[in-house]
């Protein structure tokens, strides 16, 4: 578990008890906000999370099941979730999945940013300041274009019952980058335990190169069948520049262990992270991704003894999200730290406390357990006894309630737990989630320049691409890769770290084949509008003036 920083003794009883005097002078009191380091630290240190709950399950759910990393399996009705995990995996959302619910999360946070650029001073406040904050807003607002396509550019907090219209999806882009632009150089540069999992200059440049890489996939209509993912992209050149201002800086590398660093004691220490939501068991609660990549009874053997990890789990686990066949099959190159992060086949114990395999089979009622790299969706009958052929009636992607359903699909342990904390803090993990990764920006660059950016400083896309073979200690290329060999390289590097949809959709392979997404729902194949979700119906009830997306 993390350290907590907790208040002193000492200054914990002077503030109690300095609050036992009611009768004081209302002069005393401050009239404008005070501009000290510490006073402003306390303002805005909270805007920073609005991201935290989203990221930490629903967000989650709704990227990794609409990617090929993952489907979201049931087991006889048992977390079908009333279609929540099947609906993104069949690229056939609605607007009352929980999955898609998280919008207001950050449209709260927006405000909450608004109201503490105002409580510094607004227009007067320091730029240094806000700088942060607009940052967030920016950050905020990118997620839910991201996602959503068109939406408000809240750039204040709207009065009493004032109608709020939503903004082209275009024009949202261009907005961030003016904000983003506006404030670069009032950041800050520091990087350390102080300005860890908060807005910087090179979290900055981490998301102005994430939106140059997609500017054709935000300023252009990427839901016409006219889109290319090969069309010229006008920004291609700012993107390298915002790479390499985070590369000369010189404060990030590619040091850590690639499983080590996604670990429970993860944090500041970590050399790749450049922005992160910094997660804990008992202050930042809710980070649980091993909950529903551990098979469905991994808890334990049956008996109450030890199952997919060394040590039994006293919480239980979902087991739902199951890795796609077509995904398992990058994990093949020799020597490649990344295989370590994925298991299948016959099923060895995860050790409790460092993730590493161990030699003990997983046994579960006495039988030894096999993660089946393919996934079989259990076989429904009509009136007649005959087997329907999958297609649309298998939509609740159920493999069935017994050992053989709960085992389909490899399993993800990049974020493992530390079963000590997942059982005494009800499953509740330590892992933080990087968003921005220094070896992001080195395959951004490789992008940029094979899409026909400028190289510079020597790079060439091969150099920067052996670049994350090296550290993962996989097999080194000897040309330039293809931009297919980049998507499969950054699905071995980020997967579950929410960036594979939005690499899907900029590469053009959004409708490929994978799982049984274009069995199932044969749609799914053509219905471009799929790139962006629905408008979450809450929302929707919330701004009547607003039209749900098309194609919902």
């Known amino acids: 578990m993390k350290k907590k920083y907790i208040l002193p003794t000492a200054l914990l009883t002077l503030a109690i008890s300095s609050c036992t005097d009611l009768d ?7 009239t404008e906000y005070p501009d000290s380091e510490i006073a402003i630290e306390a303002k805005t240190s909270d805007v920073y999370y609005a991201f935290a709950g989203p990221l930490n399950r629903r967000y989650n759910e709704l990227v990794t099941f609409s990617s090929d990393e993952a489907m979201g399996v049931s087991f006889d009705g048992d977390y079908l979730d009333s ?22 999360d950050l449209s709260g946070g927006i405000t909450k940013c608004n109201q503490v650029i105002i409580e510094l001073g607004g227009d007067e406040a320091s730029p240094i300041a806000i700088a942060p904050v607009r940052a967030a807003r920016a950050f905020y607002h990118f997620i839910l274009m991201d996602c959503f396509g068109d939406i408000p550019i809240l750039e204040r907090t709207p009065e009493e019952n004032e109608s709020v219209e939503r903004s082209s999806r275009a024009d949202v882009a261009r907005w961030i980058e003016s904000e983003l632009l506006a404030i670069r150089d009032d950041m800050t540069t520091e990087i350390s335990a102080a300005t860890y999992g908060k807005p910087t200059r090179w ?60 670990l429970y004691n993860n944090g500041s220490h970590i050399k790749d992270f450049i922005y992160a939501m910094d997660y804990d068991c008992v202050t930042r609660t809710g980070m649980n991704y091993a909950r529903f990549r551990t098979w469905r009874r991994g808890q334990n053997d049956g008996s109450g003894g030890a199952g997919f990890y060394t040590v039994a789990m006293s919480n239980s686990v979902g087991g739902n999200i199951a890795m796609t066949e077509e995904f398992a099959n990058l994990f093949c190159l020799e020597g490649d730290r990344r295989n370590d992060c994925v298991v299948g086949g016959d099923l060895y114990q995860i050790d409790a406390t460092t993730a590493e395999k161990t030699g003990n089979r997983n046994m579960y009622q006495g039988q030894a357990v096999n993660l089946s790299k393919s996934i079989a969706l259990k076989i429904l ?55 921005f990764r220094y070896a992001d920006i080195l395959l951004t660059k490789c992008e ?14 091969q150099s920067l691409f052996n670049q994350i073979r090296t550290y993962v200690h996989a097999p080194l290329i000897n040309s330039n890769p293809t931009l297919d060999e980049l998507l499969d390289e950054r699905g071995r590097e980020f997967f579950d770290e929410n960036w594979r949809r939005n690499d899907l959709i900029r590469f053009g392979e959004y409708e490929r084949d ?20 629905p408008i979450p119906q809450g929302i929707l009830d919330t701004n009547t003036n607003w039209n749900q997306n098309e194609g919902y």
């Not at 004081?24 to 401050?30: A, D, G, L, T």
């Not at 985070?246 to 660093?261: C, E, M, Q, T, V």
């Not at 320049?449 to 400028?454: A, T």
């Open 24 to 30: 004081v002078n209302v002069k005393s009191f401050y």
């Open 83 to 104: 279609g929540n995990n099947s609906h993104p995996s069949l690229h056939n959302s609605l607007a009352n999945d929980a999955c898609i619910g998280w919008y207001g």
């Open 203 to 262: 979290m900055v440049n981490a998301l102005l190169a994430k939106l140059y890489i997609n500017w054709n996939v935000y300023t252009k209509d990427v839901t016409s069948s006219d889109w290319s993912a090969t069309a010229a992209n006008e920004k291609l050149n700012d993107c390298i520049a915002a790479c390499d201002d985070i590369i000369r800086s010189d404060l990030f590398n590619l040091s850590d262990d690639y499983k080590a660093k996604f």
């Open 381 to 435: 009958y009509d009136k007649d006894g005959n087997p329907y052929p999958i297609g649309p009636a298998y939509e609740d992607l159920n493999t069935g309630a017994t050992i053989t359903g709960w085992t389909q699909g490899w399993r993800s342990i990049k974020f493992a737990a530390y079963v000590t904390e997942y059982n005494q803090y009800s499953r509740n993990q330590s892992n933080d989630v990087p968003i």
């Open 448 to 461: 940029a320049i094979l899409r026909g950016g400028s190289a510079t400083n020597g790079d060439t896309p």
């Open 514 to 533: 994978w799982g049984f997404k274009n069995i199932v729902n044969p749609a799914a194949k053509t219905k471009l509008t799929n790139r962006i979700f």
